[in-house]
């Protein structure tokens, strides 16, 4: 494809006429330029894309004087270890959401890769368990995605029906109880053991929110995304395959389900079926930090690094709270006040701008 | 049905302005009561927008509506119903899944003390029905009727509201003629009972046939008012265009021989487009005029494979392409930019250089798939300085820009691809003077260049300005076929339906 930018207008008589013109248009471009660029003042649109940092900043301020125990190197690696299933399933689900979908059965994807994860490694051997959690995951994922592109399923019903299915097999699996596995180190190492002094959950989130982030930002992928989640007509008649696109999303939000439920399976031994416990809420958290992080629940807005701050964020209210022993209550409270407020924010400013 | 149910309306001195632009200026109009009053005009001329303000649903910024000598200000549909005025949209708005029924009563259905009284609607229904001799079960769900059935119920729904006064904005431009027959016989029943008809229309022959009185629109001003029985067709297109409007005029080769790059061979879609047959040479503009709804649009998305066909075959540089999507449509060389940025062209909340490039990104990324931005950058740039783009930052939103600029960074994706074939829809709607005459400018030049171009355009100087040749589309065919620079009155004829419809 070459390209030759300059050849339409290159004949243009208005272009090359008159210097004074020219001159104008230059300094009319500066002038918008300028407009657009705008340094000096903090305007709405700064609030509503960069807010969200100042508060985690000063939450993270805040915590740091009020308890002598929070800024500490082990506490903190606690809470983006407490954090990190949640923060797989979230920032991949960002893509989802940045391409204009929706995905309610993350917690349902998790907790039948665990049992899966689980049952592998009971009856297998304990090396199975890694590709049954993650291979399962992207299979659930891709169901999910099927019934949104091809049978035009609106994706919130689809994806709440899935989480019904897949947590009923997941009971029928372990016939309502729970799996435990052997405590090889093989299969526990994931969940409970450290490298130089990091868990290992902590440096797959790491990882996985950087990959992602980076997908998103630097690759024709990732540049597809935005497109289809802002416009997907005009991405469809740009040529995209824009179904193929949107299926993958699904496939990536449940391999990383997947890989989330196999770290807690690891992290407790045992398979479970139970969804009383971080099985019944991670879609909800997750998609919060989402949507705390200022990505926009309706597609082509928003990033990992975003998805990553918000569900710190939530993740710091709860460790926080606990260390200046405030209720249980509070922080569920206060975390929801915090998501509206938040949304709020982003959608009055949208509003008024 | 008496002679109580006369309505005079008034319209003095209205003025309508949209962000800038005059859709109305200084329109004085008087509707007597009982009859068919038509307002006609081209695509935004304003007839419309006037139609509109007689049913509250635009108020006026300039002048007075007056209903039977009562000065009146309407905030809301809602008010003109209460004065005994009906609006019947272009876009029907019945709840589609309530029955016939349901939607003529909504909201003054019979009840006693908060209940709907079912069986007294059903007998009301009937009334009605039996009264003004339409044929339609109320049982049936709104949504699953044909339009023609949707205009019963909402025509049904006005005159059971007591209404006086009903406007119809277009109400035949998706009729067949037997359906456009029937709703005539309901107009003059309508008249007969004394209710007065405020009818929008661009089909010349009905107005004629129907209207008591026809008033003139364009460009927002009034032309005149006359009796319909003191028109023709011809004299009413002479008034609804008038001396041709400024557009620049450019030079058009004379019989090139240049190879036949873009064919169209029988082209045939189910109720929308039938028999197309069409070439472009390289260098070619071919101008594809036609009134709103005549399939101009849809036989551009045929073409791009944004519309699925039913027959017929597209060929580029002589190899027939199997066009099944947009991507098919490039792969062969062509590039199509829709009638609506917003809707279908632009990404609003991304950057023009993601929406420069985004038809095809994979030339600016390495082969594994990883943006090169700096390179995007720079051809963005260079882009966005040959189409005089401002600003010319690469890193801002599309969506900060003028409609003008916004408009050029479509035009900017598709130029990006260097395209053999470039298919416009309206590629200078809402958009300023200034970039309207680059636009112009820039379309030529890459005929110039070689490129086959197919421009649609509601706007009749636009297409004489740039066409080496004129194609004139009616109800789905083209229908005649111009050299360059046919007279304007010629073209307008053909798209209204009259003259000969033979090819010259």
Redesign the interface.
Known sequence: ???????????????AEDPVAAEG?VS??AI??R??RSPGRIRAEHVRDYGIVVFAVALFAYFSIASNVFLTSQNLLNLVFQNATIGIAACAVTFTIIAGNFDLSLGSIFVLSEVLAAYAAVHYGVWWAFPVAIVPGAAMGAINGLLVTKLRVNAFLATLATALSFVGIAVGVTSGGLLITPSSSVFTFLGQHRVVGIQYPVIIFAVVAIVLQLVLA???????L??IG??R?????????VDRTVLITFVITGAACGLSGLIDASTTGSGTSDTSGLGGSLALLAIAGVALGGSSIFG??GSVWRTVLGVLILGMITNGFDLLAVPDFWQDIVRGILIITAVAIGTIIERRT | MSAEAVAPIRLVSIGKRYSGTKALDDVSVEVAGGSVHALVGANGAGKSTLGKIVGGVIRPDEGQLFVDDRPVRYASPREARIDGIAMIAQELSPVPHMSVIENVFLGIEPRRSGFVQRRQMRKQYDELVSQWGFELDGNAKVGTLRTADKQKVEILRAVACGARVIVMDEPTSSLSSVETETLHRMIRTLRASGRTIVYVSHFLDEVLDLADTVSVLRSGHLVRTAPAAEETEESLVAGMFGAAAEAEHFEKPQGSTAPVVLEVSDLNRKGVLRDIWLQIRAGEIVGLAGLVGSGRSELARAIAGADPIDRGTIAVDGTPRRIRSPADAMAAGMAFLPESRKDDGLFMELTLAANTTFADVGAVATRFGLLRRGLEREKTNSLLKSLSIQPPVPSAKVVSLSGGNQQKVLFARWLFRNPRVLILDEPTRGVDVAARAAIHRLINNLATGGTAVLLISSEIEEVLGLAHRVLVMRRGSITREFGADPPMEAVMEAAFGLGGSTTT
Do not use: E
């Not at chain 1, 494809?1 to 272009?15: I, L, W, Y």
């Open positions: 494809m070459t390209v030759q930018p300059s050849d339409p207008v290159a004949g243009d008589p208005v272009v248009r009319a471009g918008a330029l407009r657009i630097y690759t024709v992928f990732g540049r597809h935005y497109g802002d416009n007509n005009a991405a469809r008649l740009s040529g995209l395959k082509g807005v």
